[in-house]
């Protein structure tokens, strides 16, 4: 069965530092991975996904995310955290061979950027 | 956002009340999926349409009623909803379902939604 964790329910990071949000996931075959931001009151906002080819995928509002396959995680990662970056992060996967190929979303990790 | 609308925002309904959700996508999609979203649990996948098809029912209560009348369109119908029923409703499109299972999903600002 396919699965996603995000090991932290909240991430605390002071503003200019780098920040890492975590992922690891379980599926049968190869995945394709997603994250996802959510602002108070908004619906969830697409940041990246990792299809295939280079493992370090760039996203919007200078997200990036690392896909390392030996140790099934897909971090979300950024040099320099603002206080706007301060909302609820999804990690999702989807089997590639799966045949429902719907999306499993982990619980999500609040992130907080204090100035 | 302009991608994925929802209406209404807000809903508060008693438990006898007859409601319907309503979500509209001007992004060309042929998916539309209907998502419930309450504290502290993972998000859960309700109904699924692909070209205007239902192809998913994730053992949804009877209580919630989707319609896809057209691929820009996904309605969710509620009756006698029980209070623990209270979410944040969310709708979500994508570019297609089978075949490809690689695009994103995107989603509107949500409905949210207290049963009392």
């Known amino acids: 069965a396919q699965s996603v964790a995000q090991p932290e329910d909240q991430v605390n990071v002071a503003e200019g530092n780098p920040l890492t949000v975590k992922c690891t996931y379980s599926v049968s075959g190869n995945p394709y991975l997603f994250w996802y931001v959510q602002y108070p009151n908004r619906g969830l906002q697409f940041l990246l996904k990792y299809i295939t080819g280079d493992n370090l995928v760039k996203g919007s509002y200078g997200f990036e995310a690392e896909f390392n396959k030996s140790q099934t995680s897909f971090h979300l990662k950024k040099p320099s955290a603002l206080v706007s970056d301060s909302a609820l992060y999804f990690c999702a996967v989807r089997d590639r061979g799966g045949s429902q190929g719907n999306l499993i979303f982990g619980k999500g990790t609040k992130l907080s950027v204090k100035p | 956002e302009t991608g994925v609308t929802q209406t209404p925002r807000h809903l508060v309904m008693g438990m006898t009340n007859k409601k319907s959700l309503k979500c509209e996508q001007h992004?060309?999609?042929?998916?539309m999926y209907w998502y419930k979203q309450s504290a502290k649990k993972p998000l859960e996948l309700m109904f699924v349409?692909?070209?205007?098809?239902?192809?998913e029912n994730n053992s949804v209560p009877s209580r919630f009623s989707p319609e896809c009348p057209n691929s820009s369109h996904l309605f969710l119908h509620l009756h006698t909803l029980q209070p623990e029923d209270s979410a944040l409703y969310l709708c979500a499109s994508s570019q297609g379902r089978t075949g490809g299972f690689s695009y994103e999903q995107y989603f509107g600002p949500g409905t949210r939604l207290t049963v009392t």
């Open positions: 992004l060309g999609h042929n998916a």
């Open positions: 349409y692909s070209l205007e098809e239902r192809v």
